[in-house]
């Protein structure tokens, strides 16, 4: 079963196959619980703000984000990318340059 009061998600059987766990667990939640203990607990717990901190949370908001993207967007991207790319081989040539 899955129920997430938060992410409006409705409780219902969900395949273990189509599920990613993370190490969020709700330790205080009784057996049985239905949806109003669910939203309690959850509250209790801030599971959004440790959803929101984790790894995982993270990369799927930056993800969301680059597909997003623009055309135009993309490209200041790649600028950006090119100028880094530059500094970081600059760095590592002064570096190797002081150390020889």
């Known amino acids: ?13 969900f395949p ?3 599920v ?3 190490s969020i667990v709700l330790s205080s939640l009784p057996r049985g619980a239905r949806t109003g203990v669910v939203a309690k607990v959850w509250e209790k717990e ?6 929101a901190k984790s790894a995982l ?7 969301e984000k680059r597909w997003a993207l ?6 200041k991207v790649m600028v950006l990318k ?3 790319r530059l ?8 570096a190797a340059k002081s150390s020889a």
């Open 1 to 13: 079963m899955i129920d997430s009061p938060d992410a409006c998600v409705p409780r219902q059987s």
């Open 16 to 18: 273990l196959a189509h």
């Open 20 to 22: 990613s766990l993370t």
């Open 46 to 51: 801030n599971v959004a703000e440790k959803w």
């Open 57 to 63: 949370a993270k990369r799927i908001a930056s993800t």
């Open 70 to 75: 623009n055309d135009f967007d993309r490209f």
């Open 82 to 84: 090119k100028q880094r």
């Open 87 to 94: 500094e970081v081989k600059k760095a590592v040539a002064k």
